[in-house]
């Protein structure tokens, strides 16, 4: 079965902060994709990542993968209030077209 | 725009009363999925049709049930509603070509269920 895990939870950092996220899976996967969203809305995805050593970059914001390790990381550079919301990654399911979501990162930037 | 449309956005229902949330797409995708979010929780997948194929979670509860008609539309019938299913619910697409890169999901604004 397939469990993903996101550390830490909660999340509250000044803003010019750097800091990171964190996304650990159980199992191999070909496919993993980091999602922001805002109270009370929908999912917005920001980026996919499909191989092992894959880096992508928006903005503050930048994901990489480590398949080997079975981690990924959303590193968030000199933080500013507007990126205050909870963070996802979901990690396809081997086979599948499921994905299964880790447990979100709340994060807060306080000014 | 292609996108993926949820009605309503907002529905008030009765302890016991059936209700149907509504999902459509313009994207044209064969995969169409549903979500339930609780507060502060992540999302949890429900099911998700293959084309018409239905693939239920083992854990679903037989209280959900789902319609998909055509490409287009896809429907989550909840038919005895609990306080507890109380949530919002996101429906998403995507599609099959063998280039993981071109299966992103996209999700639908969600449609957040009361049930007093």
């Known amino acids: 079965e397939l469990k993903v895990e996101q550390n830490p939870l909660f999340l509250s950092m000044q803003e010019g902060k750097n800091y990171t996220i964190y996304c650990n899976y159980s199992?191999?996967?070909?496919?993993l994709y980091w999602y922001r969203q805002d109270p009370g809305k929908s999912l917005e995805s920001l980026f996919v990542l499909l191989s092992n050593g894959a880096v992508k970059q928006e903005g503050r914001l930048m994901a990489s993968l480590d398949t080997k390790a079975r981690l990924s990381t959303l590193h968030i550079t000199a933080a500013v209030h507007d990126l205050s919301a909870t963070y996802f990654c979901a990690v396809g399911y081997p086979g599948t077209y499921k994905y299964i979501f880790g447990t979100g990162t709340r994060l807060k930037v306080l000014a | 725009d292609a996108m993926v449309i949820q009605n309503p956005r907002y529905q008030v229902t009765q302890f016991g009363k059936p209700v149907t949330l509504s999902c459509s797409q313009t994207?044209?995708?064969?995969?169409m999925y549903w979500y339930q979010q609780k507060s502060s929780q992540a999302p949890k997948l429900l099911f998700h049709y293959y084309d018409k194929d239905f693939n239920n979670e083992a854990d679903t509860p037989d209280n959900f049930q789902s319609r998909r008609p055509n490409t287009s539309f896809c429907f989550l019938d909840i038919r005895s509603p609990g306080l507890g299913d109380a949530a919002m619910y996101l429906c998403a697409t995507s599609r099959t070509t063998g280039v993981p890169l071109e299966e992103t999901q996209y999700f639908g604004p969600g449609t957040r269920l009361l049930v007093l």
């Open positions: 199992t191999t996967s070909d496919r």
């Open positions: 994207l044209n995708h064969n995969v």
